[in-house]
């Protein structure tokens, strides 16, 4: 066993801790559920309305949880600057989410433009869909020690690949109802994370004189 | 047998060589974050480490004096941060102690 491997745990459980409000989880399930909310009221009103609504939903929830986080939880948590390996994995992360939403992009255009036809391999469409939220998920999990991700990867992707075969098979209320419920459980387990994060980290009540003195050794 | 027993007698008088102020189990705590981070906040200390505001004071205070971190008061947006990192001296301490220990430790 590697003799370094407790302080390298110790740095993975430093870093696991900024994500534990569950923050991340709430605005993360409720994409889905926005996006599910707004596939559904296409067959009541039209693409554009459906999206601004889909985005008005996103929005009602996106911007006070946060303002939670920014006022509420991040101060609670407290800062800290990782080391360069940690850095470097961030950036691995970022680099892996930015060349998988390129590629996203320009395979949507080229399908879009009929360069790629997939005509007869829908099916397989499907299984591609649910596969890219996975490795990004799997990616983040991995490098950033946010293991809770694994489930959202493993969650996002049923919900991807359910969605597209539903879809496919004429049953688009029942795929919409998929995306809003597994968005649904991702939220949950958010909510349960900010609960047990509320217990765990009451309100900093500081001495006041206790926390000068240490700013007045300088 | 006897070279058995010298030799756990040797590991024993090494024990007397520890340094103190890291063996302190609250102070080898916040050296173990410290050492795999590169600086935080006595908040982000507090919550990792489960210490009372008054104990992780003191405690900082006194590594501090020894000059195993190095404390730094900055203001981010108007809000006062204190900061706390490990300096050279505190790694090579931080080092030494585990290298000693699993020496004693076998």
């Known amino acids: 066993m590697n003799e370094n491997s407790d302080l390298e745990k110790l740095e993975k459980k430093a870093a696991s801790s900024l994500y534990q409000d569950g923050i991340f989880d709430i605005s993360i399930g409720h994409v889905l559920i926005a996006f599910g909310t707004a596939s559904w009221l296409e067959n009541y009103i039209t693409e554009t309305y459906s999206t601004l609504i889909a985005i008005a939903i996103y929005l009602v929830v996106f911007i006070p949880i946060w303002l ?9 948590l407290g800062t800290v600057k990782f080391g ?3 850095r470097r ?3 691995i992360v970022m680099g892996l989410i930015t060349s998988v ?3 996203n992009i320009v395979v949507f255009i080229l399908i879009f ?7 007869g391999h829908e099916y397989l469409l499907a299984a591609v869909f649910g596969l890219i939220p996975l490795v ?3 990616a983040m999990a991995y490098f950033l020690s946010y293991k809770r991700l694994y489930l959202t990867g493993f969650l996002f992707s049923v919900g991807f690949f359910l969605k597209e075969v539903l879809t496919l098979q004429g049953l688009d209320l029942y795929s919409n109802i998929v995306f809003i419920s597994i968005g649904g459980i991702i939220v949950v387990i958010g909510l349960a994370y900010l609960i047990r994060f509320f217990k765990k980290y009451p309100k900093i009540k500081v001495n006041s004189h206790e926390y000068q003195e240490i700013g007045n050794q300088q | 047998m006897n070279t058995k027993k010298s030799e756990i007698s040797n590991n024993l008088s090494e024990l007397m060589d520890i340094d103190k102020d890291i063996h302190e189990p609250a102070r080898l705590m916040i050296l173990s974050y410290l050492f795999v981070l590169e600086s935080a906040d006595f908040i982000f200390l507090r919550g990792q480490t489960g210490l009372t505001w008054g104990n992780l004071s003191s405690h900082i205070a006194k590594l501090e004096e020894k000059q195993f971190v190095e404390v730094k008061k900055e203001f981010i947006r108007k809000k006062p941060r204190t900061m706390v990192s490990l ?3 505190g790694k090579e301490a931080f080092l030494n102690y ?5 020496e004693i430790l076998g």
């Not at chain 2, 585990?98 to 699993?102: A, D, I, Q």
Request: cysteine-free.
């Open chain 1, 68 to 76: 939670v986080y920014f006022y509420v939880t991040k101060p609670r």
């Open chain 1, 84 to 86: 360069i390996k940690r």
């Open chain 1, 89 to 91: 994995s961030n950036a």
């Open chain 1, 101 to 103: 939403l390129v590629v």
């Open chain 1, 113 to 119: 433009t009929e360069v790629i036809q997939f005509s």
């Open chain 1, 136 to 138: 990004i998920f799997t």
């Open chain 2, 87 to 89: 300096t050279e001296k």
């Open chain 2, 98 to 102: 585990r290298e000693k220990m699993k």
